[in-house]
């Protein structure tokens, strides 16, 4: 059998200094934790799901009363459509739904969290705001999450919250896209994210661990480069929007999602590839941080399924019922990894 690249991986942190410290960690346990998710936006609903689904009292909150009330319809849509796909009973969409509370976040909810995730817009401010906040409001054993996307959050944290936080990035939508990449600050102990991770696996997700702390982590930054190569294709008129998008439906994900992308060069041949990559004729697209069929787009206010058009047209179908046709496609693709899904062993 090849040899598992992945078995070399381990965490580059450090082993625990202060053994007090280890086991002010408490482990996190379905009925007894209790979650508290800051930001009820795109991200906080699933991952409500994702939590009450497996046992824990979610405690959903938000600045914007507004956002509650939409965050608890997407929440119980999320639990409809596994009911109506046949992935959950009734009596399981129904006990989940008991355990979520949506309320204004309040010092009362930081103060009785075992759990607190970080879903809080992606602004440094506010998240160095609620950051202080958690260490003067919730109890010294509590653990930080952070889904921040881009912004080291460790720089923003005071540090006496550093031990006992991780970033943990969900992928929307997050109540069915099994990947978290998981970091921990820098000289960290491992205790914080090795729960972490301990955690994500209890709750059916594939958690990706990375050394350390890199702005957009691992698949943001990938897709920043194939996003790069497409609007310049586009742009330069090489190919239609839509024939794009069949290529790549066509080839590159079915073979990414069964052999992720490196496995996918030892059967191309690494000898071709570095071939590929030599040949002078295939120059890379140049940087272009604003490129034309995109700029335009977003300077008419077509900013995709929240406008009702962005690089297609979705008429009158409003965000949900796009978002669920999605999630129903998304679901399928999921469930065609199998066993696959979090197991880094080739095939
Ligand atoms: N949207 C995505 O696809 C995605 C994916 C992965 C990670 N993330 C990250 O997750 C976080 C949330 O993203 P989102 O897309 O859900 O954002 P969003 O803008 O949809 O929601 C953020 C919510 O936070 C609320 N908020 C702001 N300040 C607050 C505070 N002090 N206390 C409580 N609530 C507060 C806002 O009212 C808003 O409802 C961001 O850090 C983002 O980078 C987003």
């Not at 959903?60 to 596994?82: N, S, T, W, Y």
């Not at 054993?141 to 460790?154: C, G, I, R």
Request: hydrophobic letters at 45%; charged letters at 20%.
């Amino acid at each position: 059998m090849p040899k598992d690249p992945s078995a070399s991986a381990t965490p580059g942190l450090h082993p625990p200094a202060n053994p007090h410290a280890v086991r002010a960690i408490r482990p996190f346990i379905p009925g007894r934790c209790r979650v508290a998710i800051i930001g009820a936006g795109i991200m906080g609903p699933g991952i409500a799901q994702v939590f009450a689904e497996a046992g824990y009292s979610v405690d959903l909150c938000d600045i914007d009363e507004a956002v509650l009330a939409r965050a608890m319809a997407a929440f119980h849509d999320g639990l409809a459509l596994k009911v109506e796909l046949g992935l959950i009973s009734s009596a399981a969409r129904q006990d989940a739904s008991r355990r979520v509370q949506a309320q204004a976040l309040s010092d009362g909810v930081l103060a009785q969290a075992d759990l607190i995730i970080e879903a809080v817009t992606e602004k440094a401010d506010v998240k160095r705001e609620l950051f202080a906040r958690i260490l003067r409001q919730a109890p010294p054993t509590a653990v930080v999450w952070s889904n921040t996307s881009t912004l080291d959050v460790f720089a923003l944290a005071p540090g006496d919250l550093l031990e006992r936080m991780v970033v943990a990035h969900w992928f929307a939508p997050p109540h069915i896209l099994p990947l978290v990449e998981v970091v921990a600050p820098s000289g960290a102990q491992r205790h914080t994210l090795e729960a972490c991770v301990a955690c994500l696996r209890d709750l059916g997700k594939s958690p990706v661990v990375l050394q350390r702390f890199v702005p957009g982590f691992l698949i943001n930054r990938l897709l920043r480069a194939l996003g790069r190569e497409a609007f310049y294709l586009l742009d330069e008129g090489v190919v239609s929007i839509g024939d794009l998008d069949v290529a790549v439906r066509t080839s590159l994900a079915p073979r990414m999602q069964m052999l992720g992308l490196m496995q996918r060069y030892d059967f191309t041949g690494l000898g071709l590839s570095l071939r590929n990559l030599e040949n002078p004729q295939m120059v890379d697209a140049p940087v272009d941080l604003s490129p034309r069929i995109l700029r335009e787009r977003v300077e008419r206010g077509e900013l995709g399924i929240a406008t009702g058009r962005g690089f297609y047209d979705y008429g009158v179908r409003d965000r949900l019922a796009l978002q669920r046709e999605r999630d129903k496609k998304l679901w399928a693709a999921v469930a065609a990894l199998g066993d696959a899904v979090g197991d880094p062993k080739p095939i």
